[in-house]
């Protein structure tokens, strides 16, 4: 009996270690369980049901089910969204923010100006896991080697020298005011940029339409788009770059020679987070569309179909109608203007057109007259009278901007908005438009200049023949006084 109390208190340890042991279990158990249970293919799948707002459109093409949270398909030169899926949820972006930090810089800087490497440019980034191109602290290399780097190879550290080389070392901070002001120029409404190379920030978010609004602007300029189309670059040995097998490859799979190689493509930009999942900006062009697609929080490889499977959505089921061919219901007329079958030259061409080169984007199927048109004066380039903005069942399709005949030479002021009437009927004489509140303020300004020279020419003769007179009167004084003196008698 007398052990009988060690015997009991030694169960007990035993006791309290084989729970804290299942505790334990239970605890690592749980943990990975819930971390398993973070299916991110099943959320893909899941994401396929999520609505897609263009298919609610009136007599608008269906477009596909996709697994990425948000996703565009942008018409580049018109604006018009030919695809909307949550596109104004603001989600992370991760490396396709580079393509508004190599915007600035194309736009700020000149291509030969020398980047310099700083230490925290170099050893802002983890080095194992950020995707980089390899250069110390201390070398340097032109803009354009530096665009190529943060383009193809997505080099963070790239990202990091562009943006102190524009504001200075250490400041990031204003370079992200910078990013946060161009987007607002842009149209953006739903971003904030704090990192030019977009590792991650709770507080670092875009949105598919906005990265589109980026991205249509990017794509406007030649040379960045040569280099999102650029699979590997190498950048050269040289006195401020001595590494000699520097050379950066893209990661984008829809690239030539790639898996999901995508003939149309002229552009694209890839991006990877943990927390941002996949995300893609693309370009590509076909039968005169230019289509932006900006696929975010998507899995890999689907980033890739899904951009594919949108293209060909866009290419197959929208066509481009010439504004000037096509449109033959409206032209410029109002009280403020007026047509006459001669201008004051004896011309009798019309002095404003439609811009040639604008078009809308419809549905294949559809008719140029189903569209309907409202004049705007807002926004205008500094070439441009006006806008016509056309819609299809108030949905944005494109616009046409009025602007004065190219080869038509003029000396009126088109300051004056005109609005659209009827096009006059090809029995009607061709029609020039003329701004009557000048053609009224030149009539009274030569009337005003008539009026001035009458008086001065009525008071010049006046004058003269006032002298005249005044001449005359002392040559008659003069000779009465003679005469008095000569019959003047002395007493």
């Not at 030694?10 to 690592?28: D, M, Q």
Request: hydrophobic share 40%.
């Amino acid at each position: 009996m007398k052990f009988s109390a060690p015997i009991h208190q030694k169960n007990k340890v035993y006791f309290t270690i084989l729970s804290i042991f299942c505790v334990f279990i239970l605890f690592i158990n749980t943990s990975f369980s819930c971390f398993a249970a973070r299916d991110y293919k099943a959320e893909a799948e899941e994401r396929k049901e999520m609505p897609v707002e263009t298919n609610q459109y009136l007599n608008w093409p269906a477009g596909p089910e996709i697994g990425a949270e948000s996703a565009i398909l942008l018409e580049a030169n018109t604006g018009a969204v030919l695809y909307a899926k949550n596109i104004d949820a603001p989600l992370y972006p991760a490396s396709i923010t580079k393509i508004l930090t190599a915007l600035i810089a194309y736009e700020k800087c000149d291509m030969n100006e020398m980047v310099t490497f700083s230490f925290d440019a170099v050893h802002s980034i983890n080095w194992r896991e950020d995707a980089n191109m390899g250069i110390n602290v201390g070398d340097s290399i032109t803009m354009e080697q530096c665009l190529y780097g943060l383009l193809v190879g997505s080099a963070n550290e790239a990202a990091y020298a562009i943006a102190e080389h524009i504001c200075g070392e250490g400041n990031l901070d204003e370079f992200s005011k910078l990013m946060n002001q161009k987007a607002k120029e842009l149209g953006c409404t739903n971003s904030n940029f704090i990192t030019p190379n977009g590792i991650h920030d709770e507080n670092h978010y875009t949105s598919a339409h906005d990265m589109a609004l980026i991205a249509q602007a990017f794509f406007s300029h030649e040379l960045l788009t040569k280099m999102s189309y650029t699979t590997s670059y190498h950048i050269p040995q040289s006195s401020t770059q001595p590494r000699e097998d520097m050379i950066v490859w893209a990661k984008s799979k829809l690239l030539p020679g790639k898996e999901y190689s995508y003939e149309n493509l002229i552009g694209t930009k890839t991006g990877y987070t943990d927390d941002a999942r996949q995300t893609l900006v693309s370009c590509a062009q076909k039968n005169g569309l230019k289509l932006i697609c900006v696929i975010l929080k998507e899995e890999s490889p689907n980033q890739f179909t899904d951009t594919i499977e949108l293209f060909e959505y866009g290419f197959q089921n929208f066509s481009a109608y010439s504004v000037a061919e096509n449109d033959t219901v409206y032209s410029i007329d109002t009280s403020n203007f007026f047509s006459t079958d001669t201008d004051f030259f004896g011309s009798s061409k019309p002095i404003l057109e439609m811009n040639p080169s604008d078009y809308i984007v419809l549905p294949a199927n559809a008719e140029f007259s189903e569209a309907t048109a409202e004049l705007t004066y807002d926004n205008l380039q500094p070439d441009e009278i006006a806008r016509i903005h056309y819609s299809f069942h108030d949905i944005p399709v494109g616009f046409a901007s009025i602007v004065p005949i190219q080869d038509t030479a003029t000396t009126f002021d088109f300051g004056t908005k005109p609005q659209i009437t009827d096009t006059p009927t090809a029995e009607e004489p061709d029609t020039v438009f003329i701004n009557i509140k000048n053609v009224i303020i030149a009539v009274i300004a030569i009337a005003l200049l008539l009026i001035t020279i009458f008086m001065l020419r009525s008071m010049f003769i006046n004058t003269r023949k006032y002298r005249r007179r005044s001449r005359i009167m002392r040559k008659h004084k003069t000779k009465t006084n003679q005469l008095d003196w000569k019959h003047f008698k002395p007493f």
